[in-house]
């Protein structure tokens, strides 16, 4: 059953859940939906809060959304927790954090599950911010799964990147490292009540010194809270809205927009000519003895990959249907 | 503990709709004993459940509201302070204000024998009391709870 477009426009609690889910879950009707909901969002600020496991992410996430709510700003949490690669369960547990708010009607909160995704979000991740922002969410946050290293995905969704760092987790080594610590738009050293708190925060602002930045560019900032005592948290929200100030300059968003686009534009596709390479294959009963070749070592998978590319089936989706008109010129290529 | 690795496990590949039942483990009330709900919140994801689980002192309204923006298929409630009569019919009639009289609600904790028909009359889908094994309660979701279609 699919969820009429009206319902998610008005804010429907209900309405938009079942459409999460059933985005989440990849029912075709869901694809339906969103097609239709698509040129109603664009308007929501996203901020994305990255960082290791234990940073407090949650904690923090459920301090701004209060301040955003004194503000009287309406947010959309998207909490990403991990899928079990045994079992495929999860233990969504990012609520815990943020009951506060579970009576707040304008707060809505979707844990979503990694499902085998990498990168800190789940696939279903940029559809869910759509439905929260057509919703007519101001602020949309998401939380990523608990990160290490190179799960940078967030920094296309988002327009500002908040990577919580606590004391202790290593040497000014880690700090130089690539990754995780170059997506920052915003360092938040968390649990700043801590022993090595301050060597954290120099050795995170000495790194971002190592930078170079242009006239007008931003530079990363670094920022200590407690979030856990809502220390220093007022203080974030003002550089976090510094720095949406930032984004939205002229200049600068009609470039995120594109590049958002072309995210946006490059996981589906990716998604789908997976999907209809699988299936043609399937179809034409050519998978599984490909699969036995190649298990004899008598095909290798790079020559397949390249002929399954080369076929006409990439191209045959675009003839005859026009790209959705978003109203925006110029898309990518 | 019985764990159930690799049971009930999906992997879908891209693309490809796949249901997966979603529950929400809550505690609602002032007690704050929540192992017993941790340890089911772990055997249900090892029986390849999605546990959105709230933590402790919930309100029935919290509950409530969580449940319908998780869009869950059965509840699983924890209570072990005494207060289940009340509790249990709150949230089911809470559910029902919201249309969503489908979710199934289940629980355990201290509850005497007596006041289990009660609330299986209520509406109360199953009733856990302690020395429940934990594979009969990730039998019973499993069985009982389908995905919403």
Redesign the interface.
Known sequence: MSVPVKDILSGN??AA??L??DLD????AAIRTIKSLYRHTGRAYILGVTGAPGAGKSTLVNRITSLLRSRGKTVGIAAIDP??P????????D??RM?QH??DEGV????L?T??HLGGLS?STIDIVNVMDAMGKDVIIIETVGVGQDEVEIVKVAHTNLVVVVPGLGDDIQAIKAGILEIADIFVVNKADREGAEKTQREIETMVSMGEYGEGEWKPSVLSTVAATDTGTGELLEEVERHRAYVFQESRIASYRREKARVELLEILK??L??KA?KDLTRHGLLEPILEDMARKRKDPYSIAEKVADHSFAFRLLHGKKPPAAGGKGDGR | MAT?????????????????I?ILVGKPGLDGHDRGAKII??A????????????L???P??IV??A????VDGIGLSILSGAHNYLFPKVLDLLKE???GNVVVFGGGIIPDDDIPKLVKRGVDRVFTPGTAIQEIVDYVNGRIQ??R
């Open positions: 609690v209900r859940a079942r999460m889910r879950d990849e029912i075709p899928t079990s045994y079992s495929g369960g999860a233990i969504l547990g609520r815990i009951q579970a009576l809505f909160i979707k844990s599950a499902r085998g696939r998604a789908r997976i999907e699988v | 159930a690795r690799g049971k009930a496990a999906t992997t879908a590949a891209p693309g490809k709709p796949s249901r997966k979603r919140a772990r249900l994801r090892d029986a390849g459940v999605e546990v959105i689980y709230t933590g002192h919930q309100t309204e919290m509201n969580a319908a923006q998780e869009d919201k249309k969503m995905p919403r």
